[in-house]
């Protein structure tokens, strides 16, 4: 049995990144900083083995993804299960709104509240957590004994660190989700373990960490 090396990418910087705004399922695209960001991932794995390449369907992880597949050359497929955590009525907004005006909701956000889905079909971490392991698994499945990369969203990121570290909903972040940050995990068909996180060495300037992007 062969293992799948997985290189993990968030998406670079958006101007919703910078006002704290909450993205989402929205389709928002990278600022000139976040597209700076991408072409610095994709030099930054230049010369690397990349059998292929998969992005969430959004714009601003697929644009970081196709500045991947430009330097290395490897397949890019798209897969919206890779999308970020849908959050409802809350998308478009910032969390200073929400907790204004929903306080309750506002409190089981914080709290990390497993069970809790944003009002209007958004995804509970439970849901979310669910849909990355399957993806994930499905994908890694298909390329034991290579390395891909995926390219997604600081919720995807998240749910990636806890799984291969075996942390629980509520265990405080110890650990960055920085935009187009390189990190790197190992799948087996026992799950997946940690090799190397948050790795920004290429880039030359600081991106927003904005968790709910």
């Excluded at 993804?65 to 490897?74: D, I, Y």
């Excluded at 969390?95 to 009002?119: C, G, H, I, M």
């Excluded at 629980?168 to 995990?185: G, H, K, M, S």
């Amino acid at each position: 049995m062969h293992a799948t090396r997985i290189i993990a990418i968030r998406h670079g910087e958006t101007t919703w990144n910078v006002d704290g705004r909450i993205q989402g399922h929205l389709d928002i695209p990278l600022n000139d900083t976040g597209i700076w960001q991408a072409e610095q991932a994709g030099r930054a794995l230049e010369g690397e083995s990349i059998a292929a390449i998969y992005s969430s369907d959004l714009q601003r992880a697929h644009v970081t993804a196709q500045a991947v597949a430009k330097v290395s050359g490897a397949p890019l497929y798209t897969h919206q299960g890779l999308r970020e955590r849908c959050f409802g009525d809350f998308q478009g907004r910032t969390f200073k709104d929400v907790e204004a005006s929903q306080p309750e909701d506002a409190q089981l956000w914080r709290t990390r509240n497993p069970a809790y889905a944003p009002p209007g079909g958004g995804d509970s971490l439970i849901a979310l957590r669910d849909r990355i392991a399957s993806t994930v698994d499905e994908i890694a499945r298909q390329h034991e004994g290579e390395q891909i990369v995926l390219v997604a969203h600081g919720g995807v990121l998240d749910v990636l660190y806890r799984l291969a570290t075996r942390q629980d909903f509520q265990a405080p972040r110890t650990w960055e989700l920085a935009n187009a940050a390189i990190n790197r995990l190992l799948w087996t068909r026992e799950g997946l373990s940690l090799v190397g996180w948050a790795d920004t060495a290429h880039l030359q300037q600081g991106s927003q960490d904005e968790a709910h992007s």
